[in-house]
């Protein structure tokens, strides 16, 4: 509301006149600019213009002085105040009033300097006061966010459930002298000093059994030697297969042998650990995986030679000792689990080809005893994610403190073992030249913030728990019956993992990042089963044909005395799908798009495919809502998924 | 007699609009004036009556210019705004009503003349 004429009153326009508006903006200091002021060079005195200065005395000018000073206001301000009050005494005088009196009718000069500061800012620009209310509420937040940070660097997160030791229970209650794993490792120290990759320039390392020589074919001499070689060892094997369980002790604490056995040196294996994870499911190495596929592998080739060379009940032993050994495996974590299945799953294609390639290699008493193997194959293909469960609960109550009531929060020695976890303490380190301190100031700064966002440890327990039960659907049911039960849990939690909001992501950060894909998992349990039903069905088809001297026009010719019932399709629960081609059988499901092409591929991604990806894209599953949009987008494979014999090309 | 602090915190505003209410007046001007048209009950320093114009200023009940006086003394003016006459108003309707109610108890006695309407 100021209507100051400053062309009467600044005291440069007073000394200089008229400038040129451009010479009063160069004159003009970078503060007032930057407050949208032109006000040309201040005058270090913001007293009043000397003619009425003049007129006071040196107490009233001292008292004015005394109260601008302290009003601590903006240059400009105290100018109009400092002229006020002059012109203010000059009329005192002037009404015939001494100084003593108008000194004595001013009042107290610092209640009144303060008073004249706080009336004056509140005159002042919108911009200033919207400044002055941001400012405080910052400073507001940054004292709540400092007590926040105290909080939080308080309390203790001393882990309470010893989850390895839970898991290991069973494992280290198995005497030694019953345990496989011994003769495993003793097999696998003989075998690794001379892999069977080596031994054959066409047999590449980690080659999978399907694509190792029959024989008659390329290599397959080196491979028979190498059998022969490694007999003792495949005794061992066959030893260890032949014990109940395997009794291998997960975690990070391994023998001098098993060390030699996994190429781990000792200072090796520290390397894996951190100080926190004594005991901890993070620091849980399963090394023992890649030898056990390996020797399944020596085991399937035993099997294939014997079956191929006349000795059929050999073969089968090795075949029931190769399922033995994917039991053997099958442990508490999804990733044991699904190797479990994936050893099983080799076993099931590799009795399938061999009764594809040498159909008269077992008789009709050794196919049955055959059959009633593989029907009782169950354990292996279930998967339970008790280990994955135990891992999200072990992390976090490694990472965050008890709580009251059981609502911790992340505290600083929790956070720091996170991002250990992830290894960005080491990225971060790169990042900070090696700079701890200023490291963990900044990881201190951003803590408060973070550890507000992530859910309190109730809750994400609450949540992992939640999430587990909702997936068991798809490891209880066939994935025939997923559609249906697709809403009832699994749906939601695949669309807590794929598509919630970013706050929700970042409020369950630890689950969404340490949480498996648990359909897909699933899903590869379900391939299994297909193939293990399929391989059931080629033996009842074999016995049939050599009973009638031809196929079945039908399945369900065979039920029930060859086959107690046509096993389903795993994508419609309807039976398996069978046609004879060329005067071959074909077993096959209609795959992903749910409708029979006859037993026809879906074409490949490019136009030379091979033949085992164009199926791989027929059996991939998918989730309702995405099966209808490649429905409506025409994306769907559009072909069948042949289950046996496997496709060629 | 001068007012208490929290009466004079009440009254001193609206009294200083009040005698801006027929023109322009300069802050000396108006402790005068608050002096003599009270008997010094009103009466108000320096200390206490530039902040309030300040703050008058501030809510855009008054507003200031600065200019020459007839004698080329240089002054700084305040006239009420449109919005501090409304105020203004405001006020001395509730002052009035104050007063009524006092008299009403016998806190402040009739007026002279009283009742004549």
Same mark, same amino acid.
Request: proline share 6%; net charge neutral.
């Given at each position: 509301m100021s209507e100051t004429t400053s062309t009467d009153t600044a005291p440069v326009a007073k000394q200089s006149g008229k400038k040129h508006p451009l010479l009063l903006a160069l004159n003009t200091p970078v503060g007032h600019l930057l407050r949208g002021r032109v006000t040309g060079p201040v005058h270090r005195r913001t007293k009043a213009e000397p003619e009425q200065r003049t007129e006071l005395s040196a107490e009233a000018e001292r008292l004015i002085d005394r109260v601008v000073k302290r009003t601590r206001l903006w240059p400009s301000e105290k100018r109009e105040v400092n002229a006020e009050l002059v012109a203010h005494f000059a009329d005192g005088y002037e009404a015939g009033h001494t100084t003593d009196e108008l000194i004595e009718s001013f009042g107290d000069p610092v209640r009144s300097a303060k008073l004249i500061r706080r009336a004056k800012r509140r005159c002042r620009p919108l911009w200033w006061q919207t400044m002055r209310y941001g400012r405080n509420v910052f400073g507001v937040f940054v004292g709540l966010y400092i007590l926040l940070a105290g909080y939080l660097l308080l309390g203790e997160n001393e882990p309470e459930v010893n989850y390895l030791a839970k898991l290991n229970a069973e494992s280290r209650s198995v005497p030694e002298d019953e345990r496989a794993w011994p003769l495993y490792v003793q097999a696998g120290l003989a075998l690794n000093a001379d892999p069977l990759h080596e031994h054959h320039s066409a047999l590449g390392k980690n080659d999978r059994i399907d694509e190792l020589p029959y024989p008659g074919e390329p290599g397959w001499e080196a491979v028979s030697a190498y059998l022969d070689d490694h007999a003792a060892s495949l005794d061992l094997v066959e030893r260890g297969a032949r014990?109940?369980?395997? /009794?291998f002790v997960v975690g990070r604490q391994f023998t001098p042998t098993e060390c030699r056995l996994f190429d781990l040196e000792v200072e090796k294996a520290e390397q894996y650990a951190f100080d926190w994870r004594e005991e901890s499911l993070v620091a849980v190495l399963l090394p023992h995986l890649s030898s056990m596929r390996d020797q399944h592998t020596l085991m399937l080739l035993r099997a294939r030679r014997a079956a191929m060379r006349g000795g059929p009940d050999q073969a089968m032993r090795s075949i029931d000792l190769a399922l033995r050994m994917a039991e053997h495996v099958h442990g508490p974590f999804l990733i044991d689990q699904l190797v479990a299945v994936t050893l099983a799953n080799r076993t099931f294609e590799e009795v399938g080809r061999l009764i594809q390639r040498d159909p008269k290699a077992f008789d009709d008493g050794q196919l049955r005893n055959l059959a009633h193997r593989l029907a009782a194959v169950n354990h292996s293909l279930q998967l339970d994610f008790t280990g994955e469960r135990y891992f999200l609960k072990d992390v976090i109550q490694r990472i965050y %403190? !008890? /709580?009251?009531l059981g609502s911790g929060h992340v505290n600083l020695a929790g956070m720091d073992q996170l991002l250990q976890m992830f290894n960005l303490s080491q990225r971060m380190d790169r990042v900070y030249d090696g700079s701890p301190a200023l490291f963990h100031a900044i990881e201190g700064a951003a803590m408060p913030a973070m550890a507000v966002w992530m859910a309190p440890r109730n809750e994400m327990e609450r949540k992992t728990e939640q999430l587990y039960s909702k997936m068991g659907v798809v490891t209880r049911e066939p994935m025939w019956r997923w559609d249906e039960l697709w809403n009832e849990g699994p749906g939601e939690v695949f669309h807590f993992l794929t598509q919630s909001s970013m706050l929700t992501e970042w409020r369950y950060a630890l689950i969404k990042q340490l949480m498996p894909s648990l359909s897909r998992a699933a899903e590869v349990a379900e391939h299994a089963r297909a193939k293990r039903d399929a391989v059931l069905v080629a033996i009842a088809l074999e016995i049939h044909r050599r009973r009638n001297g031809s196929w079945p026009e039908a399945l369900d010719e065979m039920t029930p005395h060859l086959l107690p019932e046509v096993p389903p399709? =795993?994508? %419609? /629960?309807e039976p398996m799908q069978y046609v004879l081609r060329d005067g071959d059988p074909l077993l096959y499901s209609v795959g992903i798009? =749910? !409708? !029979?092409?006859?037993g026809r591929l879906p074409a490949g =991604? %490019?136009?030379?495919?091979?033949a085992a990806d164009r199926n791989e894209r027929a059996r991939s599953w998918l989730a309702p809502d995405r099966w209808k949009q490649s429905k409506r987008d025409g994306d769907l494979p559009d072909g069948d998924w042949i289950l046996w014999p496997a496709p060629e090309g | 007699m001068k007012l208490e602090r929290e009466l004079m915190r009440g009254a001193g505003p609206t009294a200083v609009l009040k005698l801006l209410e027929p023109g322009e007046k300069y802050g000396y001007e108006l402790v005068e004036r608050l002096s003599q048209q009270t008997d010094g009950v009103l009466a108000m320093g320096q200390s206490t009556l530039y902040p309030m114009l300040y703050n008058l200023e501030a809510k855009g009940l008054v507003a200031s210019r600065e200019r020459k006086a007839d004698s080329g003394r240089r002054r700084r003016y305040y006239r009420l705004t449109g919005k501090g006459k409304r105020k203004l108003a405001k006020d001395t309707a509730q002052w009035k009503r104050l007063v009524e109610a006092m008299q009403g108890i016998g806190v402040v006695g009739e007026p002279a003349g009283g009742g004549a309407g």
């Amino acid at each position: 509301m100021s209507e100051t004429t400053s062309t009467d009153t600044a005291p440069v326009a007073k000394q200089s006149g008229k400038k040129h508006p451009l010479l009063l903006a160069l004159n003009t200091p970078v503060g007032h600019l930057l407050r949208g002021r032109v006000t040309g060079p201040v005058h270090r005195r913001t007293k009043a213009e000397p003619e009425q200065r003049t007129e006071l005395s040196a107490e009233a000018e001292r008292l004015i002085d005394r109260v601008v000073k302290r009003t601590r206001l903006w240059p400009s301000e105290k100018r109009e105040v400092n002229a006020e009050l002059v012109a203010h005494f000059a009329d005192g005088y002037e009404a015939g009033h001494t100084t003593d009196e108008l000194i004595e009718s001013f009042g107290d000069p610092v209640r009144s300097a303060k008073l004249i500061r706080r009336a004056k800012r509140r005159c002042r620009p919108l911009w200033w006061q919207t400044m002055r209310y941001g400012r405080n509420v910052f400073g507001v937040f940054v004292g709540l966010y400092i007590l926040l940070a105290g909080y939080l660097l308080l309390g203790e997160n001393e882990p309470e459930v010893n989850y390895l030791a839970k898991l290991n229970a069973e494992s280290r209650s198995v005497p030694e002298d019953e345990r496989a794993w011994p003769l495993y490792v003793q097999a696998g120290l003989a075998l690794n000093a001379d892999p069977l990759h080596e031994h054959h320039s066409a047999l590449g390392k980690n080659d999978r059994i399907d694509e190792l020589p029959y024989p008659g074919e390329p290599g397959w001499e080196a491979v028979s030697a190498y059998l022969d070689d490694h007999a003792a060892s495949l005794d061992l094997v066959e030893r260890g297969a032949r014990k109940a369980e395997l /009794g291998f002790v997960v975690g990070r604490q391994f023998t001098p042998t098993e060390c030699r056995l996994f190429d781990l040196e000792v200072e090796k294996a520290e390397q894996y650990a951190f100080d926190w994870r004594e005991e901890s499911l993070v620091a849980v190495l399963l090394p023992h995986l890649s030898s056990m596929r390996d020797q399944h592998t020596l085991m399937l080739l035993r099997a294939r030679r014997a079956a191929m060379r006349g000795g059929p009940d050999q073969a089968m032993r090795s075949i029931d000792l190769a399922l033995r050994m994917a039991e053997h495996v099958h442990g508490p974590f999804l990733i044991d689990q699904l190797v479990a299945v994936t050893l099983a799953n080799r076993t099931f294609e590799e009795v399938g080809r061999l009764i594809q390639r040498d159909p008269k290699a077992f008789d009709d008493g050794q196919l049955r005893n055959l059959a009633h193997r593989l029907a009782a194959v169950n354990h292996s293909l279930q998967l339970d994610f008790t280990g994955e469960r135990y891992f999200l609960k072990d992390v976090i109550q490694r990472i965050y %403190t !008890d /709580g009251w009531l059981g609502s911790g929060h992340v505290n600083l020695a929790g956070m720091d073992q996170l991002l250990q976890m992830f290894n960005l303490s080491q990225r971060m380190d790169r990042v900070y030249d090696g700079s701890p301190a200023l490291f963990h100031a900044i990881e201190g700064a951003a803590m408060p913030a973070m550890a507000v966002w992530m859910a309190p440890r109730n809750e994400m327990e609450r949540k992992t728990e939640q999430l587990y039960s909702k997936m068991g659907v798809v490891t209880r049911e066939p994935m025939w019956r997923w559609d249906e039960l697709w809403n009832e849990g699994p749906g939601e939690v695949f669309h807590f993992l794929t598509q919630s909001s970013m706050l929700t992501e970042w409020r369950y950060a630890l689950i969404k990042q340490l949480m498996p894909s648990l359909s897909r998992a699933a899903e590869v349990a379900e391939h299994a089963r297909a193939k293990r039903d399929a391989v059931l069905v080629a033996i009842a088809l074999e016995i049939h044909r050599r009973r009638n001297g031809s196929w079945p026009e039908a399945l369900d010719e065979m039920t029930p005395h060859l086959l107690p019932e046509v096993p389903p399709d =795993r994508f %419609t /629960g309807e039976p398996m799908q069978y046609v004879l081609r060329d005067g071959d059988p074909l077993l096959y499901s209609v795959g992903i798009d =749910r !409708d !029979d092409d006859g037993g026809r591929l879906p074409a490949g =991604r %490019t136009d030379n495919s091979p033949a085992a990806d164009r199926n791989e894209r027929a059996r991939s599953w998918l989730a309702p809502d995405r099966w209808k949009q490649s429905k409506r987008d025409g994306d769907l494979p559009d072909g069948d998924w042949i289950l046996w014999p496997a496709p060629e090309g | 007699m001068k007012l208490e602090r929290e009466l004079m915190r009440g009254a001193g505003p609206t009294a200083v609009l009040k005698l801006l209410e027929p023109g322009e007046k300069y802050g000396y001007e108006l402790v005068e004036r608050l002096s003599q048209q009270t008997d010094g009950v009103l009466a108000m320093g320096q200390s206490t009556l530039y902040p309030m114009l300040y703050n008058l200023e501030a809510k855009g009940l008054v507003a200031s210019r600065e200019r020459k006086a007839d004698s080329g003394r240089r002054r700084r003016y305040y006239r009420l705004t449109g919005k501090g006459k409304r105020k203004l108003a405001k006020d001395t309707a509730q002052w009035k009503r104050l007063v009524e109610a006092m008299q009403g108890i016998g806190v402040v006695g009739e007026p002279a003349g009283g009742g004549a309407g």
